[in-house]
């Protein structure tokens, strides 16, 4: 068990995502037997292996490092779910 | 009315025996008949007429002038909603277009709707939609099948003949597990081929833009329009884009084909080993040279990928907070409540998994001992690749473990669930192009699929051999 329930909890606030406790319940137990079948990977040596993050990187350009004035914060606020006056709108942040 | 194919299509439209409006009128009527399928998240007709009025205006030599697509429902479409098949993004209307829709526009495609998939990609069956399940056309009346996923309502669409082609994604084998379940062809090109722009992020080093159609002359036709450079795209890459359907070519003499003796695998069937066998057995009748090949670090390339694409998908996903579009909860007092409340609610189980996992393996602590050890076994993965192409032009293997599996088979196993990418997942992490063909049946008359793989931008090579293969069941 590399999980706990507070452990979960913890990582579900750094995630923002509320759950109840039926949800963090299943979630460890699911979790956990993830993260134990992906230990498995320890029994490969990676010394000296270089991390691989981006397999495209010999074929891609580059571009010059212009700005573009595209004007379209209309566009942008259109899908907010709540907008005022140009900006978008969240629940009250500071009493 | 059946249309066989983008050639043909093409020239009943050329010959003035077909209208593009007569296109519509057909696809349409098929769509209504099969609605029960569920294949569609969203389907307008008055969309469709609105496209036959702009479409009938182009020149005849647009190349897929009039040719019906159906578009995964990941992809930025300006006149359809986009979905990603979650409650999140639901009444979501992009306001610019995807790279590779607007390319398909550009030659005068028309666009039949949007299809379901796994919410965000993530899922091998269509079943973690918010929109319900897809049913596999080619399910009987008793059992209904899963088509496979995460692009599982593009690859049924092509079955169920309700377009000649249709656009995917392939993270870890969302393309080509869909096309062996439903019997099309899908073909997921080289990392970096098609620009990932305006197509909702999942793993960003993965998730590659791919096609569906019902033969490979289609699929080489449209890839040769989704491809190529596009500079808002910053791993997208800069290569000259061969015109694969024009230079097709079967002829296998003097290629050198890779079995690697990996990917047989305990538990596999044996149908899925036959076929296998049958298409080796052709292979080489056909001329090419068979070299039995090891890739050793195959074993560990599904548990690296469940730590590379979480991780990569906990950062992609928390853009969706509630505040710049889709859903927000209501009743939050505070701001960190209504980002909590929003993203419980409007992510289903199997996202909001993947991204506790990926918060996990990226938190304090233990990013070492998960992602940075990911990233190196994955590069000792792609290392097994580039060695193995120094002496063969292709890899052959199945598609997937089995044909298409019953859609209320319990799934409350995530890791037998994730085990339905097995074969495919290796070459998402090389990044190297893959496709699935139909090859063979298995005894209950389901599709079985075989899987082509080739070097880093060599999507030529692999759509001749399928190209080749093809030829053994016309």
């Known amino acids: 068990m590399k999980l706990d329930t507070n452990t979960i909890n913890k990582i579900a606030k750094l995630a923002r995502i509320s759950l109840s406790k039926e949800e963090a319940n299943d979630l460890l137990k699911d979790m956990n037997s993830i993260l134990d079948w992906v230990e498995q990977l320890n029994e490969v040596n990676t010394d000296s292996v270089e991390p691989l993050a981006n397999i495209s990187s010999s074929t891609l350009p580059q571009r010059k490092d212009e700005s573009k004035d595209i004007n379209s914060s209309e566009e942008i606020l259109k899908n907010s779910p709540d907008k005022l006056e140009g900006y978008f709108a969240v629940p009250k942040v500071v009493e | ?474």
């Open chain 2, 1 to 474: 009315m059946e249309f066989k194919s983008i050639n043909q299509l093409k020239s009943l439209l050329d010959e003035n025996k077909i209208s593009v409006k007569e296109i519509a009128q057909t696809y349409i009527k098929k769509i209504k008949e099969k609605k029960d399928l569920n294949i569609f998240i969203y389907f307008d007709e008055n969309i469709i007429d609105d496209q036959v009025k702009e479409i009938e205006k182009l020149p005849n030599n647009k190349k897929l002038k009039g040719i019906p697509i159906a578009v995964k429902d990941l992809f930025c479409t300006k006149n359809m909603p986009t979905t990603a098949a979650s409650k999140i993004l639901e009444n979501f209307n992009p306001t610019y277009e995807s790279f590779v829709t607007q390319k398909l526009i550009n030659e005068g495609s028309l666009f039949v709707g949007k299809t379901n998939l796994d919410e965000f990609a993530m899922g091998s069956a269509t079943n973690t939609s918010y929109f319900g399940n897809t049913i596999n056309p080619l399910s009987n009346h008793d059992i209904p099948l899963a088509p496979g996923g995460s692009s599982g309502g593009s690859a049924a669409a092509v079955a169920a003949d309700l377009c000649l082609g249709s656009t995917g994604t392939d993270t870890g084998g969302s393309i080509r597990q869909p096309a062996s379940f439903c019997g099309v062809v899908g073909i997921k090109p080289t990392y970096g081929l098609c620009s990932r722009w305006g197509i909702a992020a999942f793993a960003s080093s993965l998730d590659q833009a791919g096609i569906f159609s019902k033969n490979v002359t289609d699929a080489s036709i449209l890839l040769e329009e989704i491809a190529g450079h596009d500079e808002r795209d910053s791993t997208s890459s800069n290569v000259a884009i061969p015109n694969y359907s024009k230079q097709l070519n079967s002829d296998l003499n003097g290629k050198t084909i890779g079995i690697p003796k990996e990917y047989t695998v305990d538990g596999i069937s044996d149908e899925i080993n036959a076929v296998w066998d049958d298409a080796i057995k052709s292979l080489e009748k056909k001329g090419a040279k068979i070299k039995h090949i090891s890739l050793p670090h195959t074993k560990y390339a599904l548990p690296t990928y469940y730590i590379i694409a979480p991780a990569e998908a906990s950062s992609n996903l928390a853009r969706y907070d509630g505040v710049k579009y889709g859903f927000r909860a209501e009743e939050a007092k505070s701001l960190d409540e209504m980002y909590e409340m929003t993203r419980s609610e409007g992510f289903g189980k199997e996202v909001k998994r993947r991204i506790l996992i990926g918060t996990y393996v990226l938190s304090a602590g233990y990013y070492d001992a998960y992602y940075l050890k990911a990233q190196k076994v994955r590069k000792l993965i792609a290392n097994d690749f580039i060695e193995t192409f120094k002496d063969c032009e292709l890899i052959l293997t199945p598609t997937a473990p089995s044909a298409a599996f019953p859609l209320n088979e319990k799934q409350d196993d995530p890791i037998k669930m994730y085990l339905n990418d097995v074969f495919t997942v290796p070459a998402s992490l090389a990044g190297i192009p893959g496709i699935s063909i139909p090859y063979g049946k298995n005894k209950s008359g389901l599709p079985l699929g075989i899987q082509l793989l080739g070097k880093h931008f060599n999507e030529q090579e692999i759509f001749n051999a399928a190209f080749a293969l093809e030829k053994d069941y016309e």
